[in-house]
T-cell receptor, first 113, second 114 residues
Framework: GAGVSQTPSNKVTEKGKYVELRCDPI?????LYWYRQSLGQGPEFLIY????????DSGLPNDRFFAVRPEGSVSTLKIQRTERGDSAVYLC???????????FGAGSRLTVL | DQQVKQNSPSLSVQEGRISILNCDYT??????FLWYKKYPAEGPTFLIS?????DKNEDGRFTVFLNKSAKHLSLHIVPSQPGDSAVYFC?????????????FGKGTKLSVIP
């Protein structure tokens, strides 16, 4: 597609439930990033993929968060046992090899009740 | 510990005047700086960037200035237009890390008044 696509755009869930957020990057972009933006804050780094492998997952807040990119394209961010503090906009970005600029999707807004 | 700081949460400017948005950073490893613009319910959109080997980069109405000794950069928009009203994020990366991971500030909400 022309841009980074994220689904769902909005997700409301109950505390304790499992959630999956999907990111479809720009075709041909080998690098993929997940960020989280809480209210009044800038985007905060979660995880970075180069191809299929997670090259840096130092931003994941705890072991309830996990992300995969099995074929080096689409990525899924998985959150187990959601907590109210997980409520945020989850942003995905991709980057062309050799470029410095990340292109972001519109985000998935997660609300945990 | 905020490595990228935007100390002004908001800024109001008259249409046609200059908007100046400021950003400070603390990490000496940062060598590439970007500005992103964000409208409500949309993702951040890349606006302009600058490498640490330069002190100025210009693109149309947008100019970014970098003062490495002060660890400070600024974005100038002139003339400002109502469509420029958005949240502007300053971001930085350290190319030596290889990941091009960005560290963002908290953003400055710019309002351009017609």
């Amino acid at each position: 597609g022309a841009g980074v696509s994220q689904t769902p755009s909005n997700k409301v869930t109950e505390k304790g439930k499992y959630v999956e957020l999907r990111c479809d990057p720009i075709s041909g972009h080998t690098a993929l990033y997940w960020y989280r933006q809480s209210l009044g804050q800038g985007p905060e780094f979660l995880i970075y993929f180069q191809g299929t492998g997670a090259a840096d997952d130092s931003g994941l807040p705890n072991d309830r968060f996990f992300a995969v990119r099995p074929e080096g394209s689409v990525s899924t961010l998985k959150i187990q046992r959601t907590e109210r503090g997980d409520s945020a906009v989850y942003l995905c970005a991709s980057r062309e090899s050799g470029a410095n600029v990340l292109t972001f999707g519109a985000g998935s807004r997660l609300t945990v009740l | 510990d905020q490595q990228v700081k935007q100390n002004s949460p908001s800024l109001s400017v008259q249409e046609g005047r200059i908007s100046i948005l400021n950003c400070d950073y603390t990490n000496s490893m940062f060598d590439y700086f970007l500005w992103y613009k964000k409208y409500p319910a949309e993702g951040p959109t890349f606006l302009i960037s600058i490498s640490s080997i330069k002190d100025k980069n210009e693109d149309g109405r947008f100019t970014v200035f970098l003062n490495k000794s002060a660890k400070h950069l600024s974005l100038h928009i002139v003339p400002s237009q109502p469509g420029d009203s958005a949240v502007y994020f300053c971001a930085a990366s350290a190319s030596g890390a290889g990941s091009y991971q960005l560290t963002f500030g908290k953003g400055t909400k710019l309002s351009v008044i017609p």
